[in-house]
Nanobody
Framework: QVQLVGSGGGLVQAGGSLRLSCAAS????????VGWFRQAPDKEREFVAA????????YYADSVKGRFTISRDNAKNTVYLQMNSLKPEDTAVYYC?????????????????WGQGTQVTVSS
């Protein structure tokens, strides 16, 4: 069993930066791909970024490519999402998720464990 705790959200002005963290319990986490998703008010949850279990491979949604960076430190059981050049449209609750599989995925339904979400608000 894996438990995830997301943190690092907050209020920032457009153009600013935030770093989200996803801390996990259980050593199994180190073998799982991890994704970040977000959900804005009245919108469906959408994929943001994913990283392989080793950290060697990453994948991003087009809307954040070049601005966000996902990384992981398996020794600390933590995955990060560095968000730069933030825009008002990045405002959402951000969730981290882990998948009991070898490959990354962009689909909500293919993740097995979810964090509680952390609010990111970008003001214009």
């Amino acid at each position: 069993q894996v438990q995830l705790v997301g943190s690092g959200g907050g209020l920032v002005q457009a153009g600013g930066s935030l770093r989200l963290s996803c801390a996990a319990s259980g050593r199994a986490f180190r073998r799982y791909p991890v994704g970040w998703f977000r959900q804005a008010p009245d919108k469906e949850r959408e994929f943001v970024a994913a990283i392989s279990w080793s950290g060697d491979s990453t994948y991003y949604a087009d809307s954040v490519k070049g601005r966000f960076t996902i990384s992981r430190d398996n020794a600390k059981n933590t995955v990060y999402l560095q968000m730069n050049s933030l825009k008002p449209e990045d405002t959402a609750v951000y969730y981290c998720a882990a998948r009991e599989a070898y490959t990354m995925s962009t689909l909500n339904d293919e993740y097995d464990y979810w964090g509680q979400g952390t609010q990111v608000t970008v003001s214009s």
